[in-house]
């Protein structure tokens, strides 16, 4: 299955891509695709809780099913927060 990851701010800046599409496994979750994208750019590891997701615009829990062509957004404090 493809999906689509969108990233914003400064966290776009630190991976280099303000999106990327990706193959994920059928029954995937949420949980699971963030620490895949931990894995792959290890600057996403210094991030902390207060990032939010959403999943075709609705926010989202990480026990979130995905599935093909769901655009998943990494949504980072409007202001203030860590820095990565």
């Known amino acids: 299955m493809k999906i689509k990851v969108k990233f914003f701010a400064?966290?776009?800046e630190k991976i280099g891509a303000r999106e990327i599409n990706i193959e994920i496994k059928d029954?995937?979750?949420l949980?699971?695709?963030w620490e895949e994208?931990?894995?792959s750019y290890p600057v996403l590891k210094n991030i902390n809780s207060s990032l939010l997701f959403s999943i075709n615009h609705e926010y989202a829990s990480l026990d979130s099913l995905l599935k093909?062509?769901?655009?998943?957004?990494l949504i980072p404090p409007v202001s203030g927060g860590q820095e990565i």
């Open 68 to 73: 093909e062509g769901d655009e998943i957004a």
């Open 27 to 29: 029954g995937m979750t």
């Open 37 to 39: 994208l931990k894995n």
């Open 10 to 12: 400064l966290i776009s």
């Open 31 to 33: 949980e699971i695709l």
